[in-house]
């Protein structure tokens, strides 16, 4: 492994909230767009913003990721 481990789970980590950053935008539908407003809230806020989806696919995602940078590392 061209890493530490706790280098690689920083690596890992940081990779994450990147992905995840990425992620969060997809598929949210604002309950203005929704029309389903609840009063005393921003109408820009998620109606079912589906956390555990995302974060699976997030894990998914950076784990690809992850073993690209390994696969690069390993033969820089």
């Known amino acids: 492994m061209?890493?530490?481990t706790p280098m690689a789970i920083a690596i890992f980590f940081?990779?994450?909230f990147t992905v995840l950053f990425a992620v969060l935008p997809f598929g949210v539908r604002s309950q203005h767009e929704a029309g389903d407003?609840?009063?005393?809230?921003?109408p820009?806020?998620?109606?079912?913003?589906?956390?555990?989806?995302?974060a699976f696919?997030?894990?998914v995602l950076t784990t690809l990721v992850f073993a690209v940078i390994l696969?690069?590392?390993h033969f820089y």
């Open 14 to 16: 940081t990779t994450w």
């Open 37 to 42: 407003l609840v009063p005393g809230t921003d």
């Open 57 to 59: 696919w997030t894990t």
């Open 2 to 4: 061209p890493f530490s």
């Open 71 to 73: 696969i690069v590392a």
């Open 44 to 54: 820009g806020a998620p109606v079912a913003p589906k956390l555990w989806i995302k």
